[in-house]
């Protein structure tokens, strides 16, 4: 199940990409542009049966101090919290740290460190998680999720956006099975778990489109009566050859 996290950033710019490039990681991301819309998403989503697994707060909200939220938050949730921000004063770092803040990144920073922040908070609290995959190559096909470019044989292939989430789901876990349940909360959300003639369909369309032979599949490959696998990407299979 992908981990579920709370993006509070009022920068919609910022927000925007840090949401898809943490879609790409496999993170499930809500986000909020304010203290008091975050307030409600975290009452609700801590009380339900997929509470939130990581809070990024920015400070500078437009209804209040970030600071606040999180002196709110720690004193009710055992939940990690990563403040992003662009003061840059020690004490307001050391502060905040104090309450409760599992650590501080300043702005600008890149986003490999904040994933690498990210994973250490998570792990500090018994979550222990890699890097997502984000580059296949097997035989005749590439897929890179960070340019959201997919090719065979040098030519482009144009997927669907539902397609290309498909796919990319099954990138992050290449060579696994992925069950249907969690492929249908992944790509098309919890209200969809039980319509598995959507995996149907758009597998086949997947398939006509990367596989030599789509009736003999090598690339994505069934487990009858439980999911779905991409096979191992070529790259995996030479490093452990």
């Given amino acids: 199940m992908s981990l579920k996290v709370l993006l509070v950033e009022d920068d919609r710019e910022l927000r925007q990409t840090l949401h898809e490039a943490l879609k790409i990681e496999g993170y499930e991301v809500i986000t909020s542009a304010s203290a008091v819309d975050a307030t409600a ?19 500078g909200l437009p209804d209040g101090d970030g600071s606040d939220l999180l002196r709110s938050v720690r004193a009710q949730f055992n939940l ?16 905040l740290l104090d309450a409760g803040a599992d650590d501080y990144l300043i702005k600008p920073f ?34 890179d999720l960070t340019k959201h470019a997919v ?6 292939v144009h997927l669907t956006p539902t397609e290309f989430k498909l796919l990319a789901r099954l990138v992050r876990q290449a060579g696994q099975v992925v069950t249907h349940r969690q492929l249908l909360l992944d790509v098309w959300g919890a209200e969809f778990v039980e319509h598995t003639h959507y995996l149907r369909l ?38 452990r050859s």
Avoid: F, W
């Fill in 151 to 156: 090719t065979r044989a040098g030519e482009v």
């Fill in 41 to 59: 998403v975290i009452r609700h989503t801590m009380c339900s049966d997929q509470p939130l697994d990581l809070l990024i707060l920015d400070l």
């Fill in 80 to 95: 990690p919290i990563l403040i992003i921000s662009a003061r840059h004063d020690d004490e307001n770092k050391v502060s």
């Fill in 202 to 239: 758009y597998m086949a369309q997947l398939r006509a489109k990367l596989e030599d032979n789509p009736t003999e599949p090598r690339l994505l490959l069934t487990e009858p009566g439980v999911g779905y696998c991409l096979a191992e990407s070529i790259s995996t299979l030479l490093m």
């Fill in 110 to 143: 890149h986003l490999g460190e904040l994933l690498a922040r990210m994973r250490v908070a998570l792990r500090h609290r018994g979550t222990t998680i890699s890097a997502a995959h984000k580059n296949y190559e097997h035989g005749a096909l590439r897929v």
